[in-house]
């Protein structure tokens, strides 16, 4: 009984992830409520997305048309021998917004359980290329950034294979208790993590 | 840090219903991974929905470029003197999958608490136009199909005062224990409709 338009729409936009049949329900009529001027700026920004280039280093999406690299791995300030290697783009945010890293970075994309899709070794074999060409042989220190879970450590595993020659130091982020967090309610792995890792 | 197309987006697109910031981020970054072709679908289903026209009687979208009534009220074979007053779109939707009524219905739009705005009192005055060029006087029966709380009741209220010369009859939906409920886990005020309404 939809009309064919909001079908479609409702098709499309619970396709994306995390948004279900309701919600893009509940969006189509929202949108249709707000009119053509809603519609056509939501269109606008879009068509941006469209229009950015990931990286040729690291992946994360930019906007730059006259250089192949985004802002930070074109900036010549930081340390480009010290790598994080991050799951997604919104991780590397995360990393940024401390202001602690001055390295660079390596997005590899989605993982499945411990083992490196085509791609994502591509992107790996990227990184030993840039490693061999700036720096003779090793970096000075691969961080591996990725979740601290089965899977994130499986995967992590995977990585630090693959880059053992690459790197005199093959790091991995801190474990313990997060700021905030209740002694009484954290896990056991977590506590035991916190309780080697004391300082 | 963001480019400016990815803050843009994300700008717009948490400012829709239900979306929050990292959702909004999280979508960015899979969009423009997917690329451009799965942004252009998107950009024409949206634009899609902004050729949708609300029906003249009901107010529900329709795409029927030579007429102003929807499918149903452009249907002959339903009772226009059966009106159903919904607040939102989906609740007609879910009325409608229910495959037992047969009349018409009326969109309100988002009810504030006990207070129609003058656009939902100009589709009031719209029904009242109806019923009374349709019908001469009363119509036979308006359903207020609004959610049996305490800012649905008091906007039912509203609404039976500004239609009572306008139909023989007014009713709300039947309120009791949902199907597959439980009466353990009924509310009070649930279980007292339901022994009110016992049959």
New interface residues.
């Given amino acids: 009984?939809?009309?064919?338009?909001?079908r479609?729409?409702i098709?499309?936009?619970s396709s994306?992830?995390?948004i279900g049949p309701r919600?893009a329900?509940?969006?189509?009529?929202?949108?249709?409520?707000q009119?053509?001027g809603t519609?056509?700026?939501?269109?606008k920004?879009?068509?941006?997305?469209?229009?950015?280039k990931p990286c040729a280093n690291c992946f994360f999406?930019?906007?730059n048309t006259k250089q192949v690299l985004c802002?930070?791995c074109g900036d010549p300030k930081r340390n480009k021998s010290i790598i994080a290697i991050v799951e997604?783009?919104?991780d590397l945010?995360s990393l940024?917004n401390t202001k602690k890293f001055m390295g660079r970075y390596l997005i590899l994309?989605d993982l499945k359980k411990g083992i490196l899709e085509s791609n994502q070794k591509l992107r790996l074999n990227n990184l030993k290329a840039f490693i061999q060409k700036e720096f003779g042989g090793k970096a000075e220190e691969v961080i591996i950034a990725f979740n601290p879970t089965t899977y994130g450590n499986l995967n992590a595993l995977a990585v630090a294979n693959e880059l053992k020659d690459y790197a005199k130091k093959i790091t991995r982020l801190g474990r313990g208790i997060p700021t905030g967090g209740e002694i009484e309610f954290a896990d056991e792995e977590t506590l035991s993590e916190a309780l080697d890792k004391r300082s």
């Avoid at 519609?39 to 269109?43: D, F, H, L, N, V």
């Avoid at 920004?45 to 950015?52: D, Y």
């Fill in positions: 009984m939809l009309p064919d338009p909001i479609k729409f098709d499309i936009a994306l992830p995390s919600q329900t509940r969006l189509a009529f929202y949108l249709i409520q009119g053509k519609i056509s700026e939501i269109m920004s879009l068509a941006g997305l469209g229009n950015l999406p930019h906007e802002h930070i997604k783009e919104t945010i940024e994309g």
